[in-house]
């Protein structure tokens, strides 16, 4: 095979393998086999110019990949703009570009962003994928600490492990239409999702409860939000966005960024019963829901709604209230029992069936989705943290589980209640 460095329009040998460098530094090779001729790739680049433009064609050969390391640790580029022939990108293309600021995949037809493709881009503040692109690999964009928007089309439906890995999650806005798996994707990341590329807040109008909690967020916050209640006795904000309702009454959120404020009516409303079921059936729990996705938010608002009541370990006894779904509606305090009549409740209101499992002093529920009975303990999954009461943070240790997944920790009469043997959840389903 021969091979060498033929700068300019110097004609070159048509063999596979050939490589040559184009007057800006960018490095190519022959990528011909007998079944696909004409074409090369990007391997690497040895210029000095800040933007990098490839271009669909060079030499006649149609410059159809990027090949992988080809820019990785470039210290130099701020730009690049992809041809629009480029259909594949390799492993680690672009990482560690330390001063890339934007790429532009120009009607690029690729179906695949790779792993670690952007990597430690900590410049990199936007990125629109096109719109054929299919599936995003691992940590593809991990370490972009400026990223603040990501277009995805509707086509992405695979995705990697640790995609935004060490990226400002608390600005990073996942772009892509409703109802999409990137949309799913990115709420089960904890990134917030939006349809639109505009500047704007998560709603306008809010209704919670006395001591509940919201995280407000900016879609496509170029820089940092710094964010105000206008009478913090009603809610308070803190700079992250996190909203906590404190009395009744209604007041004002206001989101700076940029230059612009957006604006957020927040009304809290006094904790009883009536108010809980009323935010948890408008805000939480929807009607338009699939099964699965209105037990996992009665079982989130359980868990960030309700604390374990304490006095049980210092007295070994507890109000009769916390046995009761009132104690969890009413005064945020309950033990096993109360959490598990609570969970009925919601899920009866949605003709989802659903059971209390009690065994070895403790109680907790079975749900039905679709034709399968799943165990689901919403006290165990709100567990005592670092000796706090008041966790947060949505565990799923005993979320949808099997009867042996349960056998470790849990005893009940086997034979009263159904049999919970599927791992198989039908995500889709809906009741009714």
């Given at each position: 095979?021969?091979?060498?460095?033929?700068?300019?329009?110097?004609?070159?040998?048509?063999?596979?393998?050939?490589?040559?460098?184009?007057?800006?530094?960018?490095?190519?090779?022959?990528?011909?086999?007998?079944?696909?001729?004409n074409k090369c790739k990007v391997v690497s680049?040895?210029?000095?110019?800040?933007?990098?433009?490839?271009?669909?064609?060079?030499?006649?050969?149609?410059?159809?990949?990027?090949?992988?390391?080809?820019?990785?640790?470039?210290?130099?580029?701020?730009?690049?703009?992809?041809?629009?022939?480029?259909?594949?990108?390799?492993?680690?293309?672009?990482?560690?570009?330390?001063?890339?600021?934007?790429?532009?995949?120009?009607?690029?037809?690729?179906?695949?962003?790779?792993?670690?493709?952007?990597?430690?881009?900590?410049?990199?503040?936007?990125?629109?994928?096109?719109?054929?692109?299919?599936?995003?690999?691992?940590?593809?964009?991990?370490?972009?600490?400026?990223?603040?928007?990501?277009?995805?089309?509707?086509?992405?439906?695979?995705?990697?492990?640790?995609?935004?890995?060490?990226?400002?999650?608390?600005?990073?806005?996942?772009?892509?239409?409703?109802?999409?798996?990137?949309?799913?994707?990115?709420?089960?990341?904890?990134?917030?999702?939006?349809?639109?590329?505009?500047?704007?807040?998560?709603?306008?109008?809010?209704?919670?409860?006395?001591?509940?909690?919201?995280?407000?967020?900016?879609?496509?916050?170029?820089?940092?939000?710094?964010?105000?209640?206008?009478?913090?006795?009603?809610?308070?904000?803190?700079?992250?966005?996190?909203?906590?309702?404190?009395?009744?009454?209604?007041?004002?959120?206001?989101?700076?960024?940029?230059?612009?404020?957006?604006?957020?009516?927040?009304?809290?409303?006094?904790?009883?019963?009536?108010?809980?079921?009323?935010?948890?059936?408008?805000?939480?729990?929807?009607?338009?829901?699939?099964?699965?996705?209105?037990?996992?938010?009665?079982?989130?608002?359980?868990?960030?709604?309700?604390?374990?009541?304490?006095?049980?370990?210092?007295?070994?006894?507890?109000?009769?209230?916390?046995?009761?779904?009132?104690?969890?509606?009413?005064?945020?305090?309950?033990?096993?029992?109360?959490?598990?009549?609570?969970?009925?409740?919601?899920?009866?209101?949605?003709?989802?069936?659903c059971k209390m499992v009690t065994g070895g002093?403790?109680?907790?529920?079975?749900?039905?989705i679709k034709n399968k009975w799943y165990h689901?303990?919403?006290?165990?999954?709100?567990?005592?943290?670092?000796?706090?009461?008041?966790?947060?943070?949505?565990?799923?240790?005993?979320?949808?589980?099997?009867?042996?997944?349960?056998?470790?920790?849990?005893?009940?009469?086997?034979?009263?209640?159904?049999?919970?043997?599927?791992?198989?959840?039908?995500?889709?389903?809906?009741?009714?």
């Open positions: 095979m021969e091979t060498g460095s033929i700068t300019g329009s110097t004609s070159i040998l048509n063999n596979a393998g050939t490589v040559f460098t184009d007057k800006n530094g960018i490095v190519y090779e022959v990528i011909e086999t007998a079944e696909d001729i680049y040895t210029g000095n110019k800040k933007i990098v433009i490839i271009p669909d064609e060079y030499n006649g050969y149609a410059v159809t990949s990027v090949g992988g390391n080809a820019f990785y640790g470039n210290e130099i580029i701020t730009s690049i703009k992809l041809g629009s022939n480029i259909t594949t990108i390799g492993i680690n293309a672009f990482s560690h570009c330390i001063y890339l600021k934007s790429i532009d995949f120009n009607g690029a037809l690729i179906k695949t962003i790779p792993e670690g493709c952007f990597e430690a881009c900590g410049l990199l503040k936007t990125v629109n994928l096109p719109a054929s692109v299919e599936k995003t690999e691992n940590r593809a964009f991990a370490f972009c600490s400026s990223l603040y928007q990501v277009v995805m089309p509707g086509k992405t439906e695979k995705f990697g492990k640790d995609i935004f890995y060490g990226c400002n999650k608390d600005r990073l806005t996942v772009v892509t239409p409703q109802n999409s798996k990137a949309e799913n994707f990115a709420k089960e990341n904890g990134l917030p999702a939006t349809d639109t590329t505009k500047l704007h807040l998560l709603c306008n109008n809010l209704k919670n409860i006395e001591g509940g909690q919201d995280k407000l967020y900016v879609y496509n916050a170029p820089s940092k939000v710094k964010w105000e209640s206008h009478n913090k006795n009603i809610a308070n904000v803190n700079k992250y966005g996190k909203v906590t309702a404190i009395k009744p009454g209604t007041t004002t959120i206001t989101a700076k960024v940029t230059g612009i404020k957006l604006k957020c009516r927040i009304k809290v409303l006094k904790r009883n019963k009536k108010n809980c079921l009323k935010v948890i059936y408008s805000r939480y729990v929807r009607k338009e829901m699939t099964d699965y996705q209105k037990i996992y938010s009665a079982h989130a608002w359980l868990i960030q709604n309700v604390k374990y009541d304490k006095t049980l370990y210092k007295k070994g006894t507890v109000p009769a209230i916390s046995h009761t779904a009132e104690g969890v509606f009413n005064s945020g305090t309950a033990v096993c029992d109360g959490y598990s009549k609570a969970f009925i409740i919601i899920m009866a209101h949605y003709g989802i069936k002093a403790h109680a907790w529920n079975m749900v039905k689901i303990d919403c006290t165990y999954d709100d567990p005592v943290v670092n000796g706090s009461f008041n966790n947060k943070e949505i565990f799923l240790d005993f979320f949808l589980k099997t009867d042996k997944e349960m056998y470790a920790t849990h005893i009940w009469d086997y034979g009263a209640f159904p049999k919970c043997k599927s791992k198989k959840i039908d995500k889709n389903y809906r009741t009714g």
